[in-house]
Structure formats: structure tokens, C-alpha cells
């Protein structure tokens, strides 16, 4: 366990409908980030927080993903209208000393 | 980013060391060298990291080679719950420290 929760482990969803994926990082770290992971591939970075300040978004981040972090403590990812393609493993991390330390991530499939 | 370069897959006994290699010809002076490894269903775990010198700990050896253009991920006596995806990442601290990750080796373990 490495302290950092991701919520809900598992979504199934249709296409067209939003979903919303909740991180609870490791409280004292002020940096958090989000990847995507597919089938067989590595984890592929999609933005990261420096407290509540998006500082970074991947052009994998297409304008029907929004993710937040108010107050500098959790973070929300939200998927509008989601596609087939979106369906993926979004894993949450947050910074230790040297390392990342990652939650087990929430599956989503959309049908 | 600085890229590294792992074999697809790799085979090894229950209760054998394991060698995993890694090159990285293009590494800056800055870049520390990272292992990660990735249990199915779950996020990726820090394994070991390391700059110039060879590291231990609990888990795994990390010989990094003199000119650092190579590392090598050492089991000492590889379990079943050894197999895994291990993926080997170079990550500047002086920098941005998001961590980039390659496909990586999957590691299977024969009983």
C-alpha cells in the first residue's frame, strides 16, 4: 500500500457519458500526477499539479479531459463524452523521496 | 527525454538470480537512473534508482556500468511473484522529475 487512493477501482460506462476519477494522494507531497495506461503499453503521462497549479498537460489531454485539484490536497480527473479509445487503466502518483509512488489505478471501459 | 532500451520479454527459473539489462547511450550527467516494476492489476512500484555506483536494497541490485550508458536490474532469487513488467526510466531531479516510461520487459518466472 503505498498511501495513495484512486477511486472508483472500476467503471464501466457508455459511450457518450462522463465519468469522474478521484485521487487521494499521500497528504504531505505537493505534487501529483496523472497517466494513462493501454493494453501492453507503459504508463503515458497526461498532466501533473504542483499544489492546486496544473503546470503541465500532454497533447494526449484532448478538451473533453479536465482534470483539477482544489486546495492542493485531492485531485479529480473528469472524461466528457467519453469513446471507445478512452478506455484505459488512470493511474494517480504523487512524489516520495526520489521515487513516485503510484495508487493501483481505476479501469475504465467504455462500451 | 533521454530514451532507454530493454529486451520485449524475458525468461528466468523460480529461485535464480535474474539479470535484466538496460541501455541508455544518450544519459546526461544529471540523469539518475530509476527501475520500476508493474504487478498485473496494479500501478507501477519503485524498485531501486541510482547514479553513479551500484545500489542495494531489499528488493533488488542495480550495477550501473562505468561509463553509465548501461544498468543492469539484478533478483538475486527470483520468486513467482517476481514476474512482472520492469520498466527502466532515466529522470533528471534537477529538472522536471515526471517520469517517462518505455514499454519495458515483462518478466516471466518458471516454476
Known amino acids: 500500500d503505498t498511501g495513495v487512493s484512486q477511486d472508483p477501482r472500476h467503471k464501466i460506462t457508455k459511450r457518450g457519458q462522463n465519468v469522474t476519477f478521484r485521487c487521494d494522494p499521500i497528504s504531505e507531497h505537493n505534487r501529483l500526477y496523472w497517466y494513462r495506461q493501454t493494453l501492453g503499453q507503459g504508463p503515458e503521462f497526461l498532466t501533473y499539479f504542483q499544489n492546486e497549479a496544473q503546470l503541465e498537460k500532454s497533447r494526449l489531454l484532448s478538451d473533453r479531459f479536465s482534470a483539477e485539484r482544489p486546495k492542493g490536497s485531492f485531485s479529480t480527473l473528469e472524461i466528457q463524452r467519453t469513446e471507445q479509445g478512452d478506455s484505459a487503466m488512470y493511474l494517480c502518483?504523487?512524489?516520495?523521496?526520489?521515487?513516485?509512488?503510484f495508487g493501483e489505478g481505476s479501469r475504465l471501459t467504455v462500451l | 527525454d533521454a530514451k532507454t532500451t530493454q529486451p520485449n520479454s524475458m525468461e528466468s527459473n523460480e529461485e535464480e538470480p535474474v539479470h535484466l539489462p538496460c541501455n541508455h547511450s544518450t544519459i546526461s550527467g544529471t540523469d539518475y537512473i530509476h527501475w520500476y516494476r508493474q504487478l498485473p492489476s496494479q500501478g507501477p512500484e519503485y524498485v531501486i534508482h541510482?547514479?553513479?555506483s551500484n545500489v542495494n536494497n531489499r528488493m533488488a541490485s542495480l550495477a550501473i556500468a562505468e561509463d553509465r550508458k548501461s544498468s543492469t536490474l539484478i533478483l538475486h532469487r527470483a520468486t513467482l511473484r517476481d514476474a512482472a513488467v520492469y520498466y527502466c526510466i532515466l529522470r533528471d531531479l534537477n529538472r522536471d522529475d515526471k517520469i517517462i516510461f518505455g514499454k519495458g520487459t515483462r518478466l516471466h518466472i518458471l516454476p
Open positions: 541510482g547514479l553513479t
Open positions: 502518483a504523487n512524489p516520495g523521496n526520489g521515487e513516485l509512488f
